[in-house]
């Protein structure tokens, strides 16, 4: 019995050039939408909008959006995660700023409560208030998998702490990380904002700080 030839190399290689093209051509596609998503969340201060509108601005097709995302939910998580990701990006920049490794968890934890709140001038960030709440509620896997870059970060802070002695004995870097994200981020979008008091970053920071640091 014949066993099959392996295919020739020049046709593996068009093959995989086609293939490569096709996956640019999807990127770009799925960029349009989240950028004209993006665009319209930011004039509308919501992210109360249809996936139409979307499709409008994008100046793509309806038939092109469902290829890609099974509704507006999954749009809305796409930008949510791709929105984790930068902030993680610029909030690492930050930190890097800083020589000690207290320092560079202060500024992350104080930047991060900043760009998580409602702005001062009562412009909302649909995507860090309104539908993150939802999301944590209704799919927190979904919320897991968006945090996972902002996690990363403060683990990596928090393990830094631990190797320079001054994280409190017993306390596990990665469970303290998870800990502290969650509390800056929860107060930012939904504690005490209304309040002719709202907390601070530097209240937050200070909470943080004494909590998980030596006294």
């Known amino acids: 019995m014949s066993i099959p ?18 996956k640019r051509r999807a990127e770009q596609r799925v960029e349009r939408f989240l950028d004209a998503a993006q665009e319209i969340t930011a004039e509308k201060g ?20 469902y290829q890609h995302f099974d509704g507006k939910h999954e749009l809305l998580l796409a930008l949510f995660e ?8 610029r ?5 890097a700023e800083e020589s000690s490794p207290l320092d560079r968890l ?45 996690l990363a970060l403060f683990t990596e802070l928090l393990t830094d702490l631990e190797e320079a ?13 998870a800990l502290t994200m969650q509390t800056v981020m929860f107060n930012a979008r939904s504690s005490g904002q209304e309040e002719s008091h709202p907390l601070t970053a530097e209240e937050i920071w200070d909470f943080c700080a004494n909590g998980f640091t030596l006294s």
Request: charged share 30%; net charge positive; aromatic share 6%.
């Open 46 to 65: 919501t992210t109360d909008f249809t996936v139409q509108e979307v499709v409008d601005r994008s100046r793509q097709s309806l038939r092109s959006f």
């Open 82 to 89: 791709d929105a984790m990701g930068k902030s993680a990006d």
């Open 165 to 177: 002695d001054l994280l409190r004995s017993g306390f596990e870097a990665r469970r303290v990380a």
């Open 106 to 150: 202060r500024v992350v934890v104080q930047e991060l409560f900043e760009s998580s709140r409602p702005d001062t001038s009562g412009k909302q960030r649909p995507l860090f208030t309104d539908f993150a709440l939802r999301l944590l509620v209704s799919h927190p896997a979904e919320m897991r998998v968006a945090n996972a870059p902002l």
């Open 5 to 22: 030839s392996e295919e020739p190399a020049w046709k593996q290689r068009a093959v995989e050039r086609s293939t490569q093209a096709a």
């Open 91 to 95: 909030l690492r920049a930050i930190a």
